[in-house]
């Protein structure tokens, strides 16, 4: 390992001189075996490697995180897929470990935004996530360390480019982080906050009930939101993210967008959608594409041109908005967390047509009584953190 290393260029081709390297001396905590990383790249890997190690930290399971411009589009921990899962995630063909169903189940949050994404695992990679990892289009991957067999078969994507690091999952950050903005340099002491069940003893709403299950997911929203460029909502259910609403200046778009998200991955799991009769040469990305068009609102317009020729063997049934509606209806136990306070009960309101049943964040806004009567009116379990979870 060295001290510095030097980077084709920073955030775009323009931003010349680019390298990473320690202030204080001392050497990379990272090495990397295959590939160039850019500025971006480790931008996303050191922010996903926090996430994935405070993952495995409080829950005790693998993790995994897939990132795209520094936020997650998923997180997960590995918890065994259900059949339906399998099927959506396009992982029920392959031999699946634990880490391997962590990773899945990050990328099946929101598959579209994890096209190209940044991988962090929390454990060693073996080879049944370096075989699943293989397969989708990805920019790279950190994690502590790397089976032979695995990172043989990593080094041989993308023509033997695919950026591989490895990170020694000792080092430990100094407490006083810096930030250069327009010459000016920040200065802050670092997010240490440690997350887990604990920050979820004050219910101020009716319902008081949280199954362990619910904290377990309410703790993994918190995580990835630590690490989400606010304002930020996250909503998670069976041990994964499946919907992230990142960098809005409204905290209720956010809501909005990342419940979209979370209504996409349930109505992926539609009957419908499982029996959509795609020609057997259509692509990985492509279905992903297509199983997102048919699910908007734009397949009515695609039916018209003839374009689903291009696709399937056979013209799919459009999903109406009744079927649509009626399927979400049955989306229940959904965890939400947000890393600020909600202002005003319509996040509630659109939250609980997510299937929305248990809610973490900070609390202390003016109108905290308007956000818990409208928690109590769907039966919603709140808890008050008291802790905030900006990320800049």
């Known amino acids: 390992m060295a001290n510095e290393l030097m980077l084709k260029y920073g955030c775009n081709p323009n931003q010349k001189p680019s390298r990473i390297f320690m202030k204080e001396g001392g050497e990379l905590p990272i090495e990397v075996l295959n590939g160039k990383p850019g500025y971006i790249n480790f931008l996303d890997a050191f922010n996903s490697w926090q996430l994935v190690k405070e993952l495995k930290a409080a829950l005790g399971l693998p993790a995994a995180a897939s990132f795209k411009h520094v936020s997650p589009a998923g997180a997960g921990v590995g918890l065994p897929l259900s059949d339906t899962l399998k099927k959506i995630y396009f992982v029920d063909d392959l031999p699946l470990s634990p880490l391997a169903c962590a990773y899945a189940r990050a990328r099946g949050a929101d598959r579209m935004s994890s096209y190209g994404d940044f991988i962090a695992l929390s ?22 360390g790397y089976t032979p067999e695995a990172l043989a078969i990593l080094k041989s994507k993308r023509k033997g480019t695919y950026n591989i690091i490895q990170i020694d999952e000792t080092y430990v950050p100094a407490p006083i982080e810096h930030k250069d903005v327009f010459g000016v340099t920040f200065e802050q002491g670092r997010n240490e906050l440690k997350i887990d069940a604990s920050l979820l003893s004050e219910l101020p709403t009716a319902n008081k009930t949280l199954p362990e299950e619910a904290k377990r997911d309410l703790v993994i929203a918190l995580i990835a939101l630590k690490y989400t460029q606010s304002n930020s909502v996250c909503y998670a259910k069976d041990g994964q993210v499946i919907g992230v609403g990142a960098g809005q200046q409204s905290r209720v778009h956010c809501t909005r967008l990342a419940g979209n998200k979370a209504d996409n991955w349930y109505l992926r799991q539609h009957p419908k959608v499982l029996a959509l009769p795609f020609k057997a040469d259509i692509r990985r990305p492509d ?29 799919p049934e459009p999903l109406s908005r009744e079927e649509k509606r009626a399927w979400l209806q049955t989306l229940s136990g ?41 928690c109590d009116k769907y039966g919603i379990a709140m808890a008050f953190t008291g802790i905030r979870l900006f990320h800049h």
């Open 123 to 144: 454990d060693p990679c073996d080879a049944e996530t370096a075989n699943l990892i293989k397969r989708e289009v990805s920019d790279g991957v950190i994690a502590p």
């Open 287 to 315: 279905r992903d594409n297509t199983i997102d068009v048919y699910i908007g609102e734009e397949y009515e317009d695609v039916l018209r041109d003839g374009a689903w020729e291009l696709f399937f063997t056979e013209k």
């Open 334 to 374: 959904v965890s939400l967390g947000s890393d600020a306070f909600f202002p005003f009960g319509d996040n509630i309101e659109r939250a609980h047509k997510s299937g929305v049943a248990y809610i973490a964040q900070p609390g202390g806004s003016i109108r905290d009584d308007n956000v818990i009567e409208t």
